[in-house]
């Protein structure tokens, strides 16, 4: 009886060892959310709308950046103009913000989906 205690314990203290040397492979279940990818459709059409087509329209012979194709073959260029260089809006004519100039160069580093 006092032997198959003694064995157990061991195999306790065995296992614990395990899960100590895996514990940096463990997936890390549910702690952070899934978040929904920004999307043209969802997020940046509405902010493009609101911060660029007061300029960026089709009477203006200026690249309209509500066309999806249009923004997305020039989304390196929008993303300098807007988020490195900060040239773009131009004037801060519409006042965009930090967060939006950020948020949009993260939906361009993310691939700048469609939806
Ligand atoms: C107040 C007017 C105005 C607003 C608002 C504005 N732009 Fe512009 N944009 C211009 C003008 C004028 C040009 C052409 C001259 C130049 O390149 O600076 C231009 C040019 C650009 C260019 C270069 C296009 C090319 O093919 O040469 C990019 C990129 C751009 N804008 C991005 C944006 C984005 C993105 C927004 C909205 C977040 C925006 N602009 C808002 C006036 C504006």
């Known amino acids: ?22 514990s940096g492979h463990q997936p890390i279940v549910s702690e952070v959310p899934l978040e929904e990818p920004i999307t043209f ?3 940046i059409l509405p902010l493009v709308q609101k911060r660029c087509s007061l300029c960026h329209n089709s009477g203006s012979g200026l690249p309209v950046w509500e066309d999806y194709q249009t923004l997305f073959d020039n989304r390196e260029f929008v993303r300098f103009r ?34």
Request: aromatic letters at 12%; a negative charge.
């Open 1 to 22: 009886m006092r032997k198959f205690f003694l064995v157990a314990s061991l195999i306790g203290i065995f296992q614990l060892g395990c899960q100590g040397a895996e």
């Open 41 to 43: 459709v969802n997020d």
């Open 82 to 115: 807007v988020f490195e260089n900060r040239s773009m809006p131009r004037g801060n004519a519409t006042n965009m913000t930090e967060e939006e100039r950020a948020f949009m160069a993260q939906w361009i580093d993310e691939g700048a989906r469609f939806e």
